[in-house]
């Protein structure tokens, strides 16, 4: 029998899923500072190249920043809950 996750309790799962959200807030808005200070700083050196690479270097910074940010907050979810300790691997030996 599979030992129970601590996200099964809906009322931890809750807790733990709302910390989520609140940790996805704030780095969305660190990105946006991110990416506005690399465009300003683009536009400071090199001036108007073309729309097009301010466009794709903001959606390169942007979505990067946001992917490595949510792979990172689960990680975090997963580990701070126990539910990486309630994982029974013995039949894998």
Do not use: C, K, Q
């Not at 910390?19 to 660190?30: H, T």
């Not at 506005?36 to 390169?60: C, D, E, K, P, Q």
């Not at 920043?65 to 013995?90: C, I, P, Q, R």
């Amino acid at each position: 029998m599979m030992p129970s996750s601590p996200l099964d309790d809906p009322e931890s799962a809750a807790y733990v899923w709302a910390r989520y959200r609140r940790l996805m807030r704030w780095m969305f808005a660190v990105t946006v500072a991110v990416v506005i200070v690399a465009l300003g700083l683009l536009y400071a050196r090199n001036g108007m190249i073309s729309v097009h690479f301010y466009i794709a270097t903001a959606l390169g910074i942007g979505l990067a920043m946001l992917l490595m940010s949510a792979l990172m907050g689960l990680v975090f979810l997963s580990a701070g809950t126990g539910h990486d300790e309630s994982v029974d691997d013995t039949d894998r030996r």
